[in-house]
């Protein structure tokens, strides 16, 4: 498995990001039988760039916490059968991995609704990279039972991690 982190921003967090990614990113995968090596990608911003990133791409005109760009199209959520058939689509030529998307995060938000809800920045970031990795994977959140999905799905991973709220 494959991600790289990237930041636009001056903002820290106070954690290692790289670790919290990796480890959210694995659980994610294996808790979803992603029966391949994958990529991700996740660029950390600030209010202001994701702003800009939410209207250019949503056309919603405020900031957002998280952004997901996917890259493969699901028939049904997490289902890998057929996705070698558009290999040139999903795969790395060069590394073979399944190419499954950007993450974009704003830190801003990672503070603010950390302090909002009561839990650590490690713990509203590690919720982001989980939720966001969903909806690399298929998942969405539009109707409530999908929703029901992605929330129980988002707490089993970080409660595998020992992840919780109570940090």
Avoid: W
């Avoid at 039988?33 to 994701?50: F, H, K, Q, R």
């Avoid at 028939?75 to 059968?81: C, G, K, L, Q, S």
């Amino acid at each position: 498995m494959t991600f790289y982190v990237e930041s636009e921003t001056d903002k820290t967090l106070p954690f290692d990001v790289e670790e919290v990614t990796e480890k959210v990113i694995v659980e994610t995968l294996d808790s979803e039988n992603c029966p391949y090596e994958a990529s991700v990608n996740v660029l950390l911003t600030d209010d202001l760039g994701i702003h800009a990133m939410n209207n250019q791409y949503r056309g919603i005109d405020r900031p957002t916490d998280v952004l997901s760009f996917p890259n493969v199209d699901y028939e049904h959520p997490a289902d890998f059968t057929g996705i070698e058939d558009t290999i040139e689509d999903y795969f790395d030529p060069e590394n073979g991995e399944l190419c499954l998307g950007d993450i974009v995060i704003s830190v801003d938000k990672v503070y603010a609704q950390s302090e909002e809800y009561g839990h650590s920045a490690r713990r509203e970031y590690a919720f982001l990279i989980a939720h966001s990795m969903l909806h690399l994977l298929g998942y969405d959140h539009m109707e409530p039972a999908e929703a029901a999905v992605m929330e129980r799905k988002q707490e089993e991973i970080l409660s595998r991690l020992g992840i919780t709220r109570n940090e």
